[in-house]
Every structure is written in C-alpha cells, then in structure tokens.
C-alpha cells in the first residue's frame, strides 16, 4: 500500500486525533467528579455505575461499529457515531437523578466506543505496517493525553460550574470534529451488497450486557445463589454458546471466527483484557484515595494523574518510534506488563501517610507499564489479519481492553464495597449501609474518628492495586506467546496465519 502525500496524512491524523480525544476524554472525565455525582444525585452504591455503564455500551458498540465501517466505510460510520456520543452527553448533563445520569452514559458510550474503533482503523487503510506502527503509537500518545486529561478538566469543572459541565464541555469538540471529518475523509464506494449480521449483533451485547452485571452485581447487590444472579449467569453462557453457533454460520459475522485462529490476536487481546482491567481500576479509584485519604480537592486529585498520563504517552510514542526503527515489538508487551505489576505492587503499599510525590511517581510507572501495550497491541492485530478485517480486528483490540475495563472496575467496586463494610463499617453504626457514606459526611466527624474512617478507607482501597498486580503478571506470562512478524514486508492483504 503507497504511503499517502504528507499533506493528506496530516489531514487525516488530525481528523483520527480529534476524535479519538473526544471519545477518550468522555470516558474518563467522570473520575474525578464520582464524589460529588454521588453526593448530588445518590450514595456511594452507585459510583461505579457511572463509569461502567459507558464502559459497558462502548464495548458492545466497538465491534459492531468495527463491522459497519469494514462493509460501509469509516466516514459514515464515523459521523453516525459523533451525533450518539453528543446526544448522550447532552442527557447525561441534564440528568436529575442517577437513572438518567446513566441512560446518558449508555447512549455516549456507544458512540465513544465506536469512534475509538473506527478512527484507529483509518490508521491502517491509509499506512503500510512499518509507518502504522509510529501512528498508532502517536494515537495511542493522545489516547493518554485524554484518558488522564479527562479526570483533570472534570475536577477543575466540578469546583468552578458543577459536575453538570463536565458532559457539556465535549460539545464544541464534537461539533468540530464532525465538520472536520465531514470535509476531509472520503466517503466509500459500494460496489458490493453486505447483509449485516443483526442476530450476531444482538448475541454479543447480551453476552457483554450479562457479563458486566454478573461481575458488578454478583457477591455485593446480589447473592450469589440469588435467582437474580442465577438468571444473569445462564444468559452469559446461553448467549456467548449462541453467538459462537451464529458466528460459525453467517455469511458475513461480527466476528469472524477465522480472526481467532491468529495467534497474535489471541495473544493480543488477552493481554489488552488484562490491562484494561488494571488500566481502568487504576484511574477510577485513584482520585477517589486522594480525595478522601490525602485531603486532595478533585481539581488537584486530577493534576497527579499527569504524572501517569506522562508515562503512558512516553511508552506509547517511544514503542511506536521503535517499531517504525527497527520492524521489531515482541519482547515490548512482556516488558511493559512486568513494568506494570511491580508499580502496581508499590501502588497497593500506599496510605494515609504515603507522600504524594511517591504516589505521583508510582503512577508515572503505572503509565510506563501500560503505553507500549496500547500502540504494539493495535499494530500486531493489524499486521496479523486479513485486510478485508482490519475494522472488527482494530475493533476488537478496544473491545477487549473495554471489557476488561468494564469487568474490572466492577471487580474493584466489589473489592472497595468488601473493604469499607470490613473497616468503616465497624466506625460508622449511624449508617444503616455503607454504600451511603459520601465526603461530606466524612467532613463533618469529628477530628477523631474522620482520621479513623480515613484510615479504614485505606485499607479497603488498597487490595485493589493488588489485584492488580496479578493481573498484570498473568498479562505478561501470556504475552511470551506473541510471534513477531515482520513490518517491513508485512501487509495486510496477506492471509492470517493460524499460528
């Protein structure tokens, strides 16, 4: 594939660029107003809804989007999902009461999820491998700059005009980022008649829909014997068994199975489930710990998450400079993961008397660990599988992180919920739940027994990153497997090989 004139790359990595941000900043920008959400609208029950609710509908939105814009091409695909993303936002600012607030999340998040896919699988129509790889190493350098500037606009936001803004403030983005793709991507010819695989579709979002629940639900909201939960678990394995049956035998699949004899799509996607899980844990509960524990108010809270956006864009820019250099990546992803399960375990020692500069610095290596796996993860997909399937395969990298993501913040949750029933709980018998216990309450103990809840706030976060730290060292042992295919002569119209 020739290499488009520098002027239409520019062009075209600024359209990606632009919407790319849009997505990922309205998915992290909710972080650090989660408090003052919940003190508004509900009790500390609901705070994981809030990101997981646009963590679920992105990750049931990417691959279908991914499949759209393989049959239709990326532009329409690419506006459609502009307009959902500003609709949800829209509701979401206007939300009264937390069931709207999340109904908006849903519908943003579908179009957020599809415009992460779809924009990176631009990348790879318009770039041989060797030069995609330092492109999606620079997205994946914006995708920090927005995952970790998002948590930083929304404290700023909440303490000037409210949490209100913090959905309104993508509006001018998204308005200039549909005009810009208007009048810059070309639109797609059809010459072929596609039949979208609707049954496939409606599979999968039942498949992810339970799965998230199950894992956000199951231990804490409901009993694991409940009938509720039981009901939850037969729809995840009915629904996964029937999607796996259609994708056997439809003509056209959302996923195709052919994509999963691919060793490094395997690979890739295990790992990007895996560092989704600690990736999202880590940013969602973070700013919360500084909150509560150090004292932090949300702006700054957001401000020490530069130093974990700082490494994440370094390892990100600096893994895709050294694809481009030299053709090579499989020993990135076992480096990378390693470097994120030893911060990880130095970010579960952390407490109330932890400074915040070591707090600052583990995060910064929290980024390192990440980055690489975000450009080197999209560029092996993408140079592994048939060009026909770049759109689901892109897709399906962010599916999997999302999920992983979605899945892990709920398994956080659940972990924070266990952990503040077993060491505030005890502290705080004039609560008849927990889960109601929001920052102002905390501010208005006594000195006492504010620095006693402090304390056992702490101990219940804190197991979280270790978790996480598990995780990550799994993510590495699995990325050994990985098989390094040359950029130089790669392309994507090869055939996928199974091993």
Same mark, same amino acid.
């Given at each position: 594939?020739?290499?488009?004139?520098?002027?239409?790359?520019?062009?075209?990595?600024?359209?990606?660029?632009?919407?790319?941000?849009?997505?990922?900043?309205?998915?992290?920008?909710?972080?650090?107003a989660l408090p003052e959400i919940v003190s508004?609208?509900?009790?500390?029950?609901?705070?994981?809804?809030?990101?997981?609710?646009y963590l679920l509908s992105s990750t049931i939105g990417a691959p279908i989007a991914g499949k759209l814009g393989d049959m239709y091409g990326r532009k329409i695909v690419l506006q459609c999902a502009i307009v959902i993303f500003l609709i949800g936002g829209a509701i979401a600012g206007?939300?009264?009461?937390?069931?709207?607030?999340?109904?908006?999340?849903?519908?943003?998040?579908?179009?957020?999820?599809?415009?992460i896919v779809v924009s990176m699988a631009v990348v790879a129509d318009v770039l041989p491998p060797r030069e995609r790889a330092r492109a999606q190493g620079t997205l994946?350098?914006?995708?920090?700059?927005?995952?970790?500037?998002?948590?930083? *606009?929304?404290?700023?936001l909440v303490q000037s005009v409210g949490w209100h803004w913090i959905f309104f403030v993508n509006l001018p983005f998204g308005i200039a980022?549909?005009?810009?793709?208007?009048?810059?991507? &070309?639109?797609? *010819?059809?010459?072929?008649?596609?039949?979208?695989?609707?049954?496939?579709?409606?599979?999968?979002?039942?498949?992810?829909?339970?799965l998230v629940l199950l894992a956000n639900l199951a231990g804490t909201v409901l009993a694991w014997s409940a009938p509720s939960t039981l009901a939850l678990m037969a729809v995840t394995v009915a629904s996964l068994v029937g999607f796996l049956f259609n994708e056997g035998r439809a003509s056209e699949p959302v996923m195709p199975p052919l994509l999963f004899r691919v060793r490094n799509?395997?690979?890739?996607?295990?790992?990007?489930?895996?560092?989704?899980?600690?990736?999202?844990?880590?940013?969602?509960?973070?700013?919360?710990?500084?909150?509560?524990?150090?004292?932090?108010?949300?702006?700054?809270?957001?401000?020490?998450?530069?130093?974990?956006?700082?490494?994440?864009?370094?390892?990100?820019?600096?893994?895709?400079?050294?694809?481009?250099?030299?053709?090579?990546?499989?020993?990135?992803?076992?480096?990378?993961?390693?470097?994120?399960?030893?911060?990880?375990?130095?970010?579960?020692?952390?407490?109330?008397?932890?400074?915040?500069?070591?707090?600052?610095?583990?995060?910064?290596?929290?980024?390192?660990?990440?980055?690489?796996?975000?450009?080197?993860?999209?560029?092996?997909?993408?140079?592994?599988?048939?060009? &026909?399937h770049l759109g689901v395969g892109t897709a399906s990298a962010n599916m999997f992180r999302l999920t992983g993501g979605a899945v892990g913040t709920s398994i956080f949750g659940a972990v924070f919920n266990h952990g503040m029933t077993l060491h505030v709980q005890p502290l705080?018998?004039?609560? &008849?739940?927990?889960?109601?216990?929001?920052?102002?309450?905390?501010? &208005?103990?006594?000195?006492?027994?504010?620095?006693?809840?402090i304390e056992g706030f702490s101990d219940a976060i804190a197991p979280m990153f270790l978790i996480g730290a598990v995780v990550a060292g799994l993510a590495c042992l699995i990325s050994l497997r990985l098989i390094e295919l040359p950029l130089a002569s790669a392309s994507p119209a090869q055939p996928a090989p199974a091993e």
């Open positions: 594939m020739a290499s488009p004139d520098s002027r239409t790359l520019r062009v075209v990595l600024m359209t990606v660029a632009l919407t790319l941000f849009l997505a990922s900043t309205g998915q992290s920008i909710v972080s650090t508004d609208l509900g009790g500390l029950s609901y705070i994981t809804w809030v990101v997981t609710a206007l939300a009264w009461n937390m069931p709207v607030l999340i109904l908006g999340r849903i519908i943003q998040g579908f179009g957020g999820g599809s415009l994946s350098g914006v995708f920090g700059v927005s995952t970790v500037l998002g948590p930083l *606009v929304g404290g700023f980022a549909f005009v810009v793709l208007t009048r810059t991507l &070309e639109a797609q *010819v059809h010459t072929v008649r596609h039949k979208m695989d609707y049954l496939g579709a409606v599979l999968l979002m039942c498949f992810l829909s339970a799509y395997q690979v890739a996607n295990s790992v990007n489930f895996l560092v989704g899980m600690a990736m999202f844990g880590t940013i969602s509960f973070v700013p919360m710990f500084l909150q509560v524990v150090k004292g932090v108010d949300p702006a700054r809270s957001g401000i020490y998450l530069i130093a974990m956006m700082a490494g994440l864009i370094g390892g990100s820019f600096s893994a895709g400079r050294f694809m481009t250099r030299t053709g090579r990546y499989r020993f990135l992803p076992p480096m990378a993961t390693a470097l994120l399960c030893v911060s990880l375990i130095a970010l579960s020692r952390i407490g109330s008397e932890t400074p915040l500069w070591q707090i600052a610095a583990n995060l910064a290596f929290v980024g390192l660990g990440i980055g690489p796996n975000l450009s080197v993860g999209v560029v092996a997909i993408q140079t592994a599988i048939p060009r &026909e705080m018998p004039q609560l &008849e739940r927990i889960q109601d216990l929001t920052t102002t309450i905390i501010a &208005e103990l006594e000195p006492v027994s504010r620095q006693l809840v």
